[in-house]
């Protein structure tokens, strides 16, 4: 029933059989059987098993598993005892919050399992918490679902999530399907309450497998019932801003198998009278902030909305709001940070606010769709083997209000930033009305960044404005406070619907060099931009299918075989040209062959 580890003499029991615990040894592990349709309040056996939850966690002691049976449990679960397991039998098992107030499961205890079952409800529907003196240790949480998690809303509104794990370590989370995480309306006079699927709040050495979310809400911000006199406490309050995923404070974390989708900011608060509008929440896949050393990858992030503006009041000068940002990653003031095999698709900026019952000063501008952020003072950010497509402003509020436009990746105060093997396209301004303005496309926007370090790029489709077609997008947008070094090589800049690069002269000058790299239907110009060019600087990609964001190139690629000398291209299949290809799948087992000659490769 035992396992043991020996080392220099010394042993010690390393694992135990199934249905065994270590307690002095292995022991026969405990177990106390719940089921909901049991006739009286029962004994905790297999003939008589208690009918409910709370009862079996008084008589639970450190090792003993709770087999919960198919059903509904009703109540509000807190779970301090050490090293206990709750098992349902899947979703038919199904803990329901009696108080939404509070979280549907707690747990404080460490080394405590839950696995095979639903959570429905509370304003956070699992959360595992430690405290800032005393972090838990250990936690296993195996296939549980979590659902309907809804915040009470109110004069500042806490914030709701469906799993909340805070100050704690060595905790293992896979298979957790969360959806429906939002806050309920707001009572007027209130802010609108952040809504987070899964955050990770100062939580070191963890793993997380396979977490999946879908439709995070921010709540929206609301008017004030008794206005006073002055446009300030007329405003709009700010609507809740709404995140996939957060980590936040944490270290050592890794993340495999992740998928988000269904994010919207809330909408600003409508302001009265003279009052301005309210600020709207950001809507965004992952935001990581103040952390360090944390890994994803294999994560999907699909369908993100920045929040709407909300309406200005119907007095004379009130200011309409702007709309926010909607992103797929988001990391700000962060170290070490990898993110791979990705794909962040579909995320739209929020809309501008119209002049709601009056007229109003100003403009509300529409917000930007952004792939990937990263910003303040966040380095050593990697992003490799990725695709980011199908990107989109906020759509016009008003016939002269403009609409936002899409940035695939924007890096401003960051720090030594790497971007390999991406794949960036289709990037397009948010839908005008009548003859309103639109704000211009940008594919890699740089400020005050770097080194940045861009290798096997495959940027197309940076598409312009309706009034401007053919110009005023950039490839790669370089700000006037860029001036460190951007090493671009084995690339692809392709129908770009202005420059290819794009920025102050002296901080191209300064700043950037682009190798073997292919520029194609965009605006170049070495000897007016300072660009350092090094051959190939012309020919086609012929990508597969561009307006399926499929960047693989066809076997007449210019692309083929176009890359550096002495770069390695063992990652191709045979034959592999004896030279790397150009683009996001250059040395990679996707790369396009063109004749018969092949480079064999050490093992």
Known sequence: VETWACDDGQCVIETCADGYVEIEGCQEQPVIYVDAFASGPGQGTEDDPYKTIQSALEKASGGTMLSLKAGLYVGNLSIGVDDIVLEGVGPETIIKSADDALPAVSITGDGVGLKSLKIVGGRIGLEIKGSKLSQLSGALIENVEIDNTLGLGGANAPLTAGLLVAH?????????????????????GSEGGDSVGALFDHVSESTVLELHVESVLGAQGIGSANPGDSPLEQQGFTGGSANGVRIKASSSLSFVNMEVSGVVGGKGGNGWKWGYAGVPGLGTGVLIDESQSISITEANIDQIWGGEGGYPGSGGGAEPMNGEIGSGFRITNSTSVWVSDFEVLNITGGKGSTVGDGWASGVGVSGTGVGVEVYNEATEITFERGLIGSLKGGPSALYYYPAGGATGVRLVEAGDVILK??????????DQIENSGQYANIGVEIDDAGPVTI???????????????????????????????????????????????QGPSAAIESSTVAAYTLFHECDIDPDETGVALIAPDSGSPAFKNLSDNDLR????????????????????????GCMVNLGAFGNTDEAQSFGPDHCPCDD
């Open 421 to 430: 093997n991406l794949a960036i396209a289709n990037l397009s301004s948010g």
């Open 455 to 501: 290798q096997h790029l495959s940027l197309a489709a940076v598409n312009g404005t309706a009034a401007f077609p053919t110009e005023g997008a950039a490839g790669i947008m370089l700000g006037s406070s860029q001036t460190n070094s951007i090493q671009i090589s084995n690339s692809i800049l392709s129908e770009i619907s202005g420059a290819c690069i």
């Open 553 to 576: 190139v066809k076997s007449t690629s210019a692309a083929v075989d176009a890359g550096k000398p002495g770069d390695d291209y063992c990652g191709e299949p045979e034959p592999n």
């Open 168 to 188: 704690a370590q060595d905790v293992m989370i896979q298979g957790v399907h969360i959806s429906e995480v939002s806050q309920a309306a707001h009572v007027n």
